[in-house]
C-alpha cells in the first residue's frame, strides 16, 4: 500500500485506532480522518512519508499521534494550530496528547522555526507528550545536526 485515499477509511464515527506502521506510505490524503470522530490513536510510523498535512480538526479524542521513522521535515503551522487545539482538548480532559516524530529528519531552518519553537513549547510548558525530545536532532543552517531542544529559534 502506498497510498491512501480520501474515502479509504469512509466515516466510521467509532473507529478509534487506525494502525499504518511500516505499510510503505507516501501520501495520505489531507481530509483521510476528518470522518473519525473517535479516533484516539493514529500510528504512521515507518512509512515514507515526507509531510504530514492532515485536517485533524474533527478528532478531538486524538491522544496518541505517531510520525516516527519517516521523512518528516517540519510541520505545517495549520497543523500545528490543529495539533495545539487537540492538545487543548486533551488538557480540559485531564491528559496529554502524545506526537512522537523520533527518527525523522527534522530541520532547524529559517523555515522551520514555528516548528522547532512549538516543539520546545511543548516540553517545556508539557502541554503535549513529545517521546525522546531530548534526543531530536535537526539540521541547522551551517549544515550541522544540533540537538532540537538548544536551538535558539530567534537566531535561526
Known sequence: ????????FGNCPTLTEIH????QLTTIPATAF???????????SSNSLRSFDISLS???????LNLSGNSISTLSEDVLAELNA?????????????????RNP????????????????W???REVRVPGFEGYR????????????????DQL
Open 20 to 23: 499504518l506502521g511500516d505499510c
Open 58 to 64: 474533527a478528532n478531538g479524542n486524538l491522544s496518541h
Open 106 to 121: 527534522l530541520s532547524c531552518l529559517c523555515n522551520s522555526s514555528d516548528f522547532v519553537r512549538q516543539l520546545q513549547d
Open 123 to 125: 516540553v517545556a510548558k
Open 138 to 153: 535537526c539540521l541547522y543552517p551551517n549544515g550541522s545536526k544540533l540537538v532540537s531542544s538548544r536551538v535558539d529559534v
Open 34 to 44: 476528518v470522518d473519525l470522530p473517535a479516533l484516539e490513536t493514529l500510528n504512521l
Open 1 to 8: 500500500m502506498k497510498h491512501i485515499n480520501i474515502s479509504f
Open 86 to 102: 487537540v492538545a487543548q482538548r486533551r488538557l480540559q480532559a485531564g491528559d496529554r496528547l502524545t506526537v512522537d516524530l523520533r
